[in-house]
């Protein structure tokens, strides 16, 4: 029987063929649209969910250094750092770029991009001992073609003092999963205050103890500096990212209204052609009857060839999904929850069934109802 379903479809290759690469890109689509809605699901809660921003409050003054010292000491507080931030350009055709002052062994153990590997520790340890060395993002590297021990010298965007800013290049981070303070060019704070006659800083980052108490500490901190001259707004990073995710519900909702669109278009053309090579083999099936076989064994015939044709491409488009998943949306969207969980693998295997079953309903039950006389008079 088996022999006789594989015939039928070599038979007909051109329209399994099709039927193959329509399901392939259904599945395709499936599994990055449930890796993308885990990560989005999972990912935001996972991503900085011990860290803390803090910002001058509406119409506050600046941070100064007294206040991350403050902060740095407060309870349940494991780190802060200090984040001053000033655009600048490079080269003759003036491309712009971010530059960021950090309080660099604070940044280390916030980041954690020594042990995540996004940073060589040798290279960590000379930017700590070199108080105007530079760590800069492995894009903005290749972009402009710097080399690791390169001095390089950028200019600001305004005609007024300080003008030019001059670094060694210590270290190239590499990708960094989750919220990390670092930018295009970052060099040590107290370089940058130097440079830029400041003694204020921008925000802070602030890694709590215990990520459970980011908001609890977050709010004790707000009390904290309430009635001070530097009032501060403190949001933890699993707040802001919750009330994106609460932001993205639309979007969610839309992704699993193509999904099943899609799925449904799917279903259609799989029951179409499987409507019409049963209907085209009628004679066939009456024959079969004729001989003894009993329905059962013809219907199992009509789901096997729904199955054949349906769940391999299924598989390698799930596949194919995973690839694109890999080298794509892990490196382009900077979550940790995008991958295609076993749950959602499982979920692609029943949905590739259940299409089979149901585009085989109708086809068997009309060989189940049919007259083999007529058909075979017909012949």
């Not at 789901?303 to 949306?329: H, T």
């Amino acid at each position: 029987m088996n022999r006789i379903v594989l015939g039928i479809l070599r038979r007909r290759w051109l329209r399994t063929l099709l039927v193959g690469l329509s399901t392939l890109i259904a599945f395709v689509l499936l599994g990055f649209f449930l890796a993308i809605g885990h990560g989005f699901a999972v990912g935001l809660t996972q991503v900085g969910a011990d860290l803390l921003l803090l910002e001058p409050a509406a119409g506050g003054s600046p941070l100064t250094i007294a206040v991350l010292t403050t902060v740095r000491s407060f309870p349940g507080v494991r780190s802060a750092v200090g984040v001053s931030v000033t655009p600048m350009l490079f080269g003759a055709d003036r491309h712009p770029l971010r530059v960021e002052g950090l309080s660099p062994r604070a940044f280390l153990e916030v980041s954690d991009v020594v042990r995540t590997g996004a940073l060589p520790r040798a290279q960590a340890q000379t930017w700590l001992t070199d108080l105007t060395g530079a760590l800069v993002t492995d894009e903005m590297a290749r972009k402009n073609g710097w080399r690791l021990g390169e001095s390089i010298t950028l200019h600001t965007m305004s005609h007024s003092s300080p003008r030019d800013l001059t670094f060694q290049i210590d270290g190239v981070l590499g990708k960094i999963t989750g919220v990390s303070p670092s930018s295009d060019v970052n060099v040590h704070l107290d370089y940058f205050r130097h440079w830029s006659h400041r003694d204020s800083i921008d925000f802070m980052f602030a890694q709590v103890k215990e990520a459970q108490q980011a908001d609890a500490v977050a709010r004790a901190i707000e009390l904290k500096f309430a009635n001070s001259p530097t009032p501060l707004s403190t949001q933890s990073f699993k707040s802001l990212l919750q009330g994106m995710a609460e932001r993205l519900a639309d979007v969610s909702a839309l992704t699993s209204v193509v999904i099943v669109a899609s799925l449904f278009g799917l279903f259609l053309i799989c029951f179409n052609t499987l409507i019409h090579s049963v209907s085209e083999r009628m004679r066939e099936f009456a024959l079969l009857r004729a001989l003894g076989f009993a329905p059962p064994r013809l219907l199992w015939m009509v789901f096997l060839e729904a199955l054949i044709a349906i769940v391999p491409a299924a598989s390698v488009g799930v596949l194919c999904a995973l690839l694109v998943i890999q080298a794509f949306a892990g490196a382009k969207l900077n979550l940790p929850g995008i991958i295609l969980t076993p749950a959602a693998v499982a979920e692609c295997a029943l949905i590739a069934l259940g299409l089979a079953i149901l585009s085989s309903v109708l086809p068997g039950l009309r060989i189940v109802r049919m007259n083999c006389a007529q058909f075979l008079r017909k012949g």
